[in-house]
Each structure stands twice: as structure tokens, then as C-alpha cells.
């Protein structure tokens, strides 16, 4: 099938929880959903057979005040990237620092086990009834609630009392 | 037993333990880091174009079996322990051969948030061996040249590879002990 | 060396791991000789290239990619330079994107030998390993000579490569590639022949064709249970556009499958390296390149040794990107490894895991083999190995 028609279906089969989409490439179809709604998204495209998960990519979107000193509170996104060969879906969910609460997917797709655990790690995702926890990337002594990838997230402040705790024992 | 003949004992077994030593030094290699690019020239050490077995030197699995530790890579926080662990494995006397850039002074992962730094900070290294990653020549001259620092008389000292590494050394070390 | 005693064990596998970020920790539970649960942790090498890439721009950026991983420096190098010409609208000439083509098949004759060696040297066939190492000096010596460099090759630049072809060059590689094939027809009767290799490979760690797409995996380990998952076929990027390669498969999935796969890939190398060689236009190498990179996210996918490297990077039009993620192909098979691992034989962990080719380079690494109880066993990798290479005696 052509990539066109392969995002053309990819797109059918989403339609009825899409909040907005973008073709950022011709090859590319991004599509926001809601939290809620996630899920079956998800559900759907695998339901169908539509391509494979390729990885889940985290983002940090740190508060912004503008002139007028409204503040937009920070914000996580996941993108969750389908890729049937050359077409690519990208369903991407936001969530608040405050609650960054998103269903899992394991259940549906096993091998997402990882890359949810690296997003629960370097972003502090709070992936809802994920089978595995346990730490994947950081090592032992990585301090409780750092997330390394957020943008507030400086290196040597956090690291140099860490390695001093280390080389001390 | 008197204690002539008791300093003469440690002298003779001294000695001969050097000559062993030298002659047939055993390498562990331990990785802490790297990105794999030194790992594969260490192996490739081994392999019929530069076969280094040789020359007497055997890469060795186990910590406790070994004199040389070559490692490569800056030191990232989860393999730390690891690394200590290993270096405090190995019987006295023992030496540490630091391989590529990253082992020298953290290299392009210099900064990273999960990598301390280089070797240097956490474990004694007696001879650099620079490159990104070093041609498996420069390996083994580094190696030749801890050996040969070891002949001249135990000082301790450390050795910096230069990044001309000469020509045919392979040829005229072969020679010699022959 | 003494056999286990208590029923029920836990076994480590290797903290110690050469690879990018995916320097695995497995812990395989085992009854008796039988394999029950396998887990799998990272980590050991990780050192947070992502966070770093968001401090350093492009430029310096594509340098330090290219050392997320010293077997596939080149491909990773690729991917980023390609996503970010994409972002700024600038396409390297054709002969630049040849030369990356070849230096890429170049990259993948010199991994897949590289994984040859170590799985023969895990199955206990040491004098294969040996040969292939020699034979792999040949690509060494070529990459040597057309970059520089034996590891990092650094062809890519923004906007093109900077390194390029002459006659002497050419006459040296297909000299190689001769050479090579010949050798290889000589691996590939060994992989299909010799009674001792077979058994350590024929009908172990079968994956099935269900298994692989609910499990994700990539590169010639979903090809060999048929997947037509080639990223140079499916979405065919650089010079694969004008030098197209053929998808290689095999359907029983099992290890023997993924040796045949990559040994036949590298006849493909082997014949669109010369025919690179033979079409290969004159003409410039580098185009002019911004420094500052327009606002803009993009994905970059490339079929690296070990199968799809995927890359995506998102530029807030500075010189710095906003964020760069990395996916690279082995963090994929390493969810097959848990799942085939179970029911196998411990003896046959090695291979498995060689299986997959996961940038395995380094062989002392440490197992500790600890019991329920207080009995505790220290045994290395080596050890292991010789266990499962006795086992099959």
C-alpha cells in the first residue's frame, strides 16, 4: 500500500478520539488525544493490526509565563510512535506536571514494558497499572523524584552530592 | 630463621615473581562506560593480525587471575561500584592501563549526567593510552611499555602514550624475547 | 565445574556490557537446567546522551551520536544528519549520499563479521572466530583507508560527507569485496553444515512470526521469522533511493535463521558496494549548511546492523535542539530475549543472547550465581560459557 493510503486508514481507524492532528511530514500523521480516550486510541491500532509501537518518546514542556503574568503550568507529553512501513502515527497525550497520570499499554502491546519504564524514570510519568516498576536506565543510588530529562533538571548540583556520597563509602 | 635469610628468601621469590610477571603479564578488561569502539580494538588485540598471546599476554576473565586492568570508557555512576570492585579483586601488585579518550578525561561524554569523569578520579592508572578510540598497535605499545617500566625497576610512574606510536615495534619486541 | 545444587536459582547475567545504553543485566530464573524467568536491566553504560545533546549544538551533536555506539558509529551519525537536513531543507548531493550508502554496507559487512566471530566464540568454536576477525581486518582496512579512522569514521558532515572516492580507493574495496565473498561462501557452508554448529543452533530460540510483531523486534532477528521489516526497503532514505538493496528473510525463526539472514545480507553488501562502485556519479560532496536550524520536529529512521534506528529530533530554531530521543534497534530484541528465554536450557543462554547480536563485543563479564538459600557461586561469563559449550559435548 502506498503511504498515503496506509496514513489514510491509520486515520479512519482513529477518527472518533481525535482532539487535533498535524502532518508535520508526508510520511507523518500526529494526533492528540485526551488521557481518557488514550487508550482506546491505542486499542484500536492494534486491534487492526495497524504497524508495531516503535518507541514512546518523552517531552518536558516547563511552565511559561508570558507579559501578562498568566502562567501555563508545566506540562509532560508522551508520544507514542506507530510506524507501518514508511507511515508513521504519532499519538501524543498531554499531561500536568500536577497529574502525570497515562493508562499503560502493556497489556495491549507487551514489549512496551521498556519504553515505559524509561519514561517513568527520566520523566516521571505515572504509568497506571504498569506490570514492571523497577529501575531501568539510572543507576541504584539515582535519588528519588530527579527526573534527568526534565528541563529544570541541571547537571551538577544533583550529580556532584551524589558522587560525594559515593566515593566517601 | 634469621632474618637474612628471610630478606634474601623475599628477594629470590621477588625476583622471580617479577620475571614471571613480565614475561607473561594476565589482562582483565573492564568496561565502565565506553561506547564499545576501544572494546572491540581490545579484542581485536587478540585476533590474528596483531595476536598479542604471543607476546605473552593472555586476556583473563576473573579479576582475581589478573595483573593489568585494561579499562576504557569514563566512569559512569551505575558501573563505579563495579569498577572498585574489581580493581580491589586484583592481587598486588597491579596495574591499570587506561585505553581512549573517554578513560583519559571523560571525552565527549564529559558533562553527561550519569558519567563521573575519568578513570584517574577513581582508580590509580599507571600508563594513558589516547585515541578515539586507539589503534590496537597503540594498545599493545602501552602495554610494552608498562612491561618495560617494570624491567627498568618497580618505580612507579606514569606513562603517556604518544600518539605516534613508532613502527614496527611489534617486530623488534617479538625478536627480543625470542 | 560443580553442578548446582538447590532446585531453584536466580541467575545474573553480566552487569558489565559494551553497548550504548542497552548494557544488559539479565536475571534468569532457572529450575534445575530449565530456564523459568528472565528479566532484563539496563544501565551500566548509560550516560545520558539525550540530556546532553539539548547543551551542545548540531555539529557538536553529530560527534558525540556517533559515539553512542562504536560498532554502528555511522548509522547513528546518519540518522541525526539526515533528520536535521530534513529540518533545514537542504539535501546533500547525490554523491554525497552515496558515499554514506557505502560507508553504511561498509559498517554493516564489518558488524555483521564482528557478530559472526563472537557467536562461533560462544558456541565454542573459537577457530571461526579467529578467522572471521582476520577476514574483518580487510573492512577495517578499507574503512581505514576512506576515512581515517578504524572505529569512528566520521564521514557525515552537515550537508554532506567528507570524504570521497578515487580510483585507489575503489580498486582496494573491490579487491575486498572479492575476497570477502569468496570467505563467506566458506561461513555459509559452515553455518548449514557442520553437525556440531547446528546442534547449538537448529530449532533454539524460535520466534515466531506473531511473537515478533507483539514483541517489537527488529533488524535480521524479525527477518529471520519472515518479518519484512527492512527500513532500506520499506522507507527507503539517502542513497537507497537510487541504489535499492533486496529485503532478505527466512521463516523458521530459529538461530540457525538469523545466521543464514545475516550471512546472505552481507552478499547484498557485497553487491551494492560494487555496484556503487560502477554507477557513482562525479560531483560535489558538501552543500552549504545554516547553523541555525529552523523550528520543526522531525523523525529519521535508518536500518542499522542490528535493525531500526529511529531518531527523533525537535529543533526550537537555535542552534541547539530542544530534545533528541534515540531508539536504537538492540533495546527492541532485547524484550525477544525474556520471552524466548523461557523453557530454554541455561546452557543455551549464550547463544541466545548472541542471538540477537546485542553489540556483544566483551566476553569476561561477571555471573554470580545465587541460590534461595545462603550457598552462594561466583562464575563468569567464561565460566557460563564453558558450562553450555560442555553441556553439548
Known amino acids: ?169 | 630463621m634469621s632474618s637474612v635469610s628471610e630478606n634474601f628468601y623475599t628477594q629470590v621469590v621477588g625476583k622471580l615473581k617479577n620475571w614471571a610477571r613480565i614475561n607473561s603479564p594476565w589482562a582483565i578488561h573492564f568496561n565502565s562506560g565506553s561506547c564499545n569502539g576501544c572494546d572491540i580494538e581490545i579484542l581485536a588485540t587478540l585476533t590474528p593480525r596483531y595476536d598479542v598471546e604471543r607476546l605473552g599476554i593472555k586476556l583473563q576473565g576473573s579479576p582475581r587471575h589478573a595483573d593489568v586492568l585494561i579499562a576504557t570508557g569514563p566512569v559512569t555512576l551505575q558501573a563505579l561500584d563495579r569498577l572498585i570492585r574489581v580493581y580491589e579483586q586484583m592481587p598486588d601488585p597491579k596495574f591499570v592501563i587506561a585505553v581512549g579518550s573517554c578513560a583519559l578525561s571523560g571525552g565527549v561524554f564529559d558533562g553527561c549526567y550519569n558519567v563521573i569523569g575519568d578513570l584517574n578520579k577513581v582508580i590509580p592508572v599507571d600508563v594513558y593510552v589516547p585515541g578515539c578510540p586507539p589503534r590496537p598497535e597503540a594498545i599493545i605499545y602501552g602495554v610494552v611499555q608498562l612491561l618495560e617500566s617494570l624491567k627498568k625497576g618497580q618505580k612507579r610512574e606514569k606513562i603517556v602514550v604518544p600518539m605516534e606510536v613508532p613502527d614496527l615495534i611489534l617486530e623488534e619486541e617479538s625478536n627480543g624475547n625470542e | 565445574m560443580t553442578k548446582p545444587k538447590v532446585e531453584k536459582f536466580i541467575v545474573p547475567i553480566g552487569p558489565q556490557h559494551p553497548a550504548l545504553k542497552e548494557p544488559g543485566n539479565f536475571e534468569f530464573t532457572v529450575d534445575g537446567e530449565i530456564v523459568t524467568d528472565a528479566a532484563v536491566r539496563l544501565g551500566f553504560v548509560h550516560r545520558g546522551i539525550e540530556k546532553a545533546c539539548e547543551t551542545r549544538n548540531y555539529i557538536q551533536d553529530m560527534y558525540m551520536l556517533e559515539r553512542v555506539c562504536g560498532i554502528c558509529s555511522h548509522v547513528h551519525a546518519t540518522a541525526f544528519v539526515l533528520g536535521v537536513e530534513k529540518l533545514a531543507g537542504v539535501q546533500a548531493p547525490p554523491r554525497a549520499e552515496a558515499i554514506r550508502v557505502l560507508a553504511s554496507e561498509l559498517e554493516r559487512i564489518h558488524s555483521h563479521l564482528l557478530w559472526f566471530g563472537v557467536a562461533a566464540h560462544e558456541a565454542g568454536f573459537d577457530t571461526l572466530f579467529m578467522y572471521t576477525w582476520r577476514d574483518r581486518e580487510v573492512v577495517m582496512d578499507i574503512l581505514e583507508t576512506l576515512s581515517g579512522s578504524r572505529v569512528h569514521y566520521s564521514v557525515n558532515v552537515m550537508g554532506g560527507v567528507k570524504v570521497d572516492l578515487d580510483d585507489k580507493t575503489s580498486d582496494q574495496i573491490k579487491k575486498g569485496m572479492d575476497f570477502l565473498e569468496e570467505r563467506t561462501e566458506y561461513y555459509m557452508k559452515v553455518v548449514t553444515t557442520d553437525e556440531t554448529f547446528l546442534g547449538r543452533t537448529r530449532g533454539i530460540g524460535t520466534l515466531s512470526r506473531e511473537r515478533v510483531d507483539l514483541l517489537g523486534a527488529v533488524g535480521p532477528t524479525a527477518r529471520a521469522s519472515g518479518a519484512q521489516r527492512d527500513i532500506r526497503v520499506n522507507a527507503p532514505y539517502s542513497g537507497y533511493k537510487d541504489f535499492p538493496v533486496k529485503i532478505v528473510t527466512d521463516e523458521t525463526g530459529d538461530l540457525e535463521a538469523r545466521f543464514v539472514v545475516r550471512l546472505k545480507e552481507l552478499y547484498e553488501s557485497y553487491r551494492l558496494i560494487k555496484e556503487i562502485l560502477e554507477k557513482i556519479q562525479p560531483g560535489e560532496i558538501t552543500t552549504r549548511m545554516k547553523r541555525k536550524i529552523p523550528a520543526g520536529e522531525v523523525i529519521s529512521r535508518v536500518e542499522a546492523p542490528r535493525g531500526e534506528l529511529f531518531y527523533y529530533i525537535k529543533s526550537n530554531g537555535t542552534e541547539i535542539p530542544e530534545r533528541v530521543k534515540i531508539r536504537t534497534p538492540s533495546l527492541c530484541n532485547w524484550g525477544t530475549i525474556t520471552d524466548v528465554a523461557v523453557g530454554h536450557k541455561l546452557a543455551d543462554m549464550p547463544m541466545l543472547l548472541v542471538g540477537i547480536d546485542p553489540c556483544f563485543s566483551c566476553n569476561d563479564r561477571m555471573v554470580e550465581v545465587r541460590s534461595g538459600s545462603q550457598t552462594s557461586q561466583i562464575m563468569n561469563w567464561d565460566g557460563l560459557r564453558k558450562y553450555g559449550i560442555e553441556y553439548y559435548r
Open chain 1, 1 to 169: 500500500m502506498e503511504t498515503s493510503e496506509l496514513l489514510e486508514s491509520g486515520k479512519f481507524l482513529l477518527e472518533k478520539w481525535v482532539e487535533s492532528e498535524n502532518t508535520p511530514e508526508e510520511n507523518r500523521l500526529d494526533i492528540w488525544v485526551s488521557t481518557t480516550n488514550f487508550k482506546s486510541a491505542v486499542q484500536s491500532l492494534v486491534e487492526n493490526h495497524w504497524g508495531y509501537l516503535v518507541t514512546i518518546t518523552g517531552m518536558d514542556i516547563p511552565p511559561v509565563t508570558d507579559p501578562d503574568d498568566n502562567t501555563q503550568p508545566g506540562q509532560l507529553e508522551a508520544m507514542y510512535h506507530f510506524a507501518n512501513e514508511a507511515a508513521i502515527i504519532t499519538i501524543r497525550v498531554k499531561v500536568p506536571y500536577s497529574c502525570p497520570q497515562i493508562e499503560t499499554i502493556c497489556d495491549l502491546i507487551p514489549s512496551a514494558t521498556i519504553y515505559e519504564r524509561e519514561a517513568m524514570e527520566l520523566f516521571g510519568f505515572d504509568l497506571l497499572n504498569t506490570p514492571n516498576t523497577e529501575k531501568l536506565v539510572l543507576p541504584d543510588s539515582w535519588p528519588e523524584g530527579v527526573y534527568p530529562l526534565r528541563k529544570s533538571f541541571t547537571n551538577l548540583q544533583d550529580l556532584e552530592s551524589t558522587t560525594k556520597e559515593q566515593t566517601n563509602d
